[in-house]
């Protein structure tokens, strides 16, 4: 096969067909993952640059993403494969500089996200729905991961349905019923958005509207006693993680 590709679009579009192939299900992540659902990421004013790419697989296909990885001309991260290959694994791609983060079954960063059972469908990303908690839910939030929640937003209608083109409401309104910390993280990048998108020439009512659905959905949703109970803590105590970047034995210092 070629070697890599250095537009990291073009790559994860080698990458899907690559997998397809092979019948590997591997689901792009990240703000590759939503270029390739949403036109608006596509064109001014949230068009934006690419780095790595993120991907997740479910644990059947494990050995399969090594293999397939390797094929593609990437460098697997041995030592880091061998003591966390479970849940996530790392390729370097060196004529291009860039890493592949493959997480297995769950994301993990700021807060959990089970992915089980939701990488079964063709399109070679996660849901929109999946795309939006996985930006949603970075603590340390930044303009990059505003923008591509806006361009998927503005793409997606918000209902209680499991289309594969929706935002799901009822799906994420279940995901923070289930983790207080969780729902406040959701919470605090919902302002942060707002409060951004005056910066932004695009339909900024319509953004809005969305985001009140979906809230909407979220706290009607029944809320269990554990998690009101840890809503009674409330602040006080941290309710994220601060994932630290885990650097490929190949990137310079």
């Known amino acids: 096969m070629t070697k890599p590709h250095e537009d990291p679009i073009e790559e994860s579009r080698r990458i899907a067909e690559a997998a397809k192939k092979k019948k590997v299900g591997l689901k792009l992540l990240g703000g590759a993952g939503i270029h390739a659902h949403s036109p608006s990421a596509q064109r001014h004013p949230l068009k934006r640059k690419y780095g790595d790419l993120d991907y997740a697989v479910s644990k059947k296909d494990r050995k399969a993403v090594m293999s397939l990885f390797q094929e593609l001309g990437y460098e697997p991260n041995e030592r880091f494969n061998l003591m966390n290959g479970d849940r996530r694994l790392y390729f370097y ?22 992915l089980r059972g939701r990488m079964e469908h063709e399109h070679p990303a996660l849901s929109p729905s999946d795309l939006l908690l996985s930006k949603l839910q970075i603590y340390e939030v ?18 209680t349905g499991d289309a594969d083109d929706i935002i799901e409401a009822a799906y994420i309104a279940r995901v923070a019923a289930g983790d207080w910390g969780f729902y406040r993280t959701l919470q605090v990048n919902t302002e942060r958005l707002r409060a951004m998108l005056d910066e932004l020439e695009v339909d900024r009512d319509l953004v809005n509207v969305r ?13 269990p006693l554990k998690w009101r109970l840890r809503a009674q803590v409330g602040d006080r105590v941290r309710w994220y993680e601060l994932p630290e970047e885990t650097r490929s034995p190949y990137q310079p210092e």
């Open 142 to 159: 930044n303009r990059k991961d505003l923008v591509d929640i806006v361009a998927l937003i503005l793409d997606h209608a918000v209902e």
């Open 211 to 223: 985001l009140d659905a979906l809230w909407r959905a979220i706290e009607e949703t029944p809320k």
């Open 93 to 114: 791609d060196p004529d291009n500089g860039r890493q592949v983060d493959v997480f297995v079954d769950v994301f993990r960063m700021s807060h959990e996200i089970d």
